[in-house]
Each structure stands twice: as C-alpha cells, then as structure tokens.
C-alpha cells in the first residue's frame, strides 16, 4: 500500500485549554475536593486511615476515565492508505469501558466496527483507537455507537459503515432494576449497510455467524 500525499499525523494535536492542575485536561485537584466532600456527606471520615488517601485515587482514576474528552478521536483516521477495496473491513470484539452519564456508573463491553472502503483504507488498530477515545468520556451508549460511526463516514468517506455495541450496565446491574446478566445492544448503519439488505446480512453472518 502507498501512504495517501493526504496523510497527516495529528497525534500531537493540542488538549485545548487545560487545568494548571494536570496536563491530562482534568482537573484532579478539584475532583479530590469534590470526593472528600461526598464522603462527608454519606456519614464517612474522610481522613481515617482507609479513606485519607482516596480522594486523590478518584483524581487519577477520572483523569483517566475521562481522558478522552480531552482527545480528537479524528486524528486517528487521517492518516490513511489509498487502496482499491470493495469487500468488508471488519474488526470485531473491541473491548471497551465508559461511564454512563446519568448515574456515573460505568458500562463496559465489546464494539463491532466495520465499513466499506471508498478509496481510503485505515490500520485496523485506529478502528479501536476510535472507539477507546469516543468511549473515555460520560456517554450514553446509543450516542457513542453513533458518534463512531459519524466520525467514519466523514472521515473515510466510506461507501458503508456499520458500528454495533453490545454492553452491561452497572446502573442496571448494582442498583435499581438490579438485573444482572442484560446485555444493551445498539447499532448504526450507514450506506450501504443501512440500504442494502445483503450487505447487512453478511455483516451479521461475518460478526456472529460461528457463535449460533
């Protein structure tokens, strides 16, 4: 494959303005404030022993959690390969973690991400790199399927692109309903996924075909 004349490497591209408190964009000075506080509020001790040093955990751990509101997730399907390809790409059983925006409570599971190639084709590992970031921030999960396959369709100007998300939610898992073991599915089609049956049903065979 030749490197498109179009390619550009943004992977240093700016955060945007930043909190003096961290370079990561998340200010985990203040989240530590905000913790300490909740624990004062359920009744707990914010400094004995098992809890001192907690509120500065929560820092670092949304930091990274939330790490990607801080990201393009853009860049990563701008540097591409000029190629003539007119059958599926698929990368399947893309593990993910986000966190649900209504209760902070975190969902995890696996994307399936596909498209048909116009004349730009990407690395198979930017397809993951797309849904970690797109996921690294508070989500809803039926905005996140379609914020990725958004991003491919402007970005790649696929013929096709198909984005489905399979995932468990704690929200619904630990608290309220309390139904372990759902699974929340959501998709996207676009193009020739979404107008052409066949195309859609070999999608399907291609995902889950050996697991009926």
């Known amino acids: 494959m030749k490197p498109s004349s179009e390619m550009r490497d943004t992977d240093s591209g700016s955060l945007g303005s930043e909190?003096?408190?961290t370079k990561?964009?998340?200010?985990?000075?203040?989240?530590?404030?905000?913790?300490?506080?909740?624990?004062?509020a359920i009744g707990e001790?914010?400094?004995?022993?098992?809890?001192?040093?907690?509120?500065?955990?929560?820092?670092?751990?949304?930091?990274e959690l939330f790490g990607g509101l801080h990201q393009d997730p853009r860049r990563h399907l701008r540097k591409f390969f000029t190629e003539t390809c007119d059958e599926v790409v698929l990368v399947r059983d893309i593990s993910f973690n986000s966190m649900c925006e209504h209760h902070m409570l975190p969902f995890m599971g696996t994307a399936h991400v596909a498209y048909l190639p116009g004349e730009r084709v990407i690395g198979l590992s930017k397809l993951?790199?797309?849904?970690?970031?797109?996921?690294?921030?508070?989500?809803?999960?039926?905005r996140m399927t379609e914020e990725i396959a958004n991003l491919l369709v402007e970005e790649l100007h696929a013929k096709g692109v198909a984005v489905i998300v399979e995932a468990v939610h704690t929200c619904m898992t630990i608290r309220g309903v309390r139904k372990p073991g759902s699974v929340c599915v959501t998709s996207a089609m676009k193009g020739s996924f979404r107008n052409k049956a066949s195309t859609r049903a070999e999608l399907m065979t291609l995902i889950y075909g050996n697991r009926r």
């Open 19 to 21: 909190s003096p408190a």
């Open 24 to 40: 990561s964009g998340v200010d985990q000075e203040r989240i530590a404030r905000a913790v300490r506080e909740i624990l004062l």
């Open 45 to 63: 001790d914010p400094d004995r022993e098992g809890l001192c040093e907690t509120p500065a955990r929560v820092g670092r751990m949304y930091a």
């Open 128 to 142: 993951a790199r797309v849904v970690e970031e797109v996921a690294r921030r508070p989500q809803v999960q039926e």
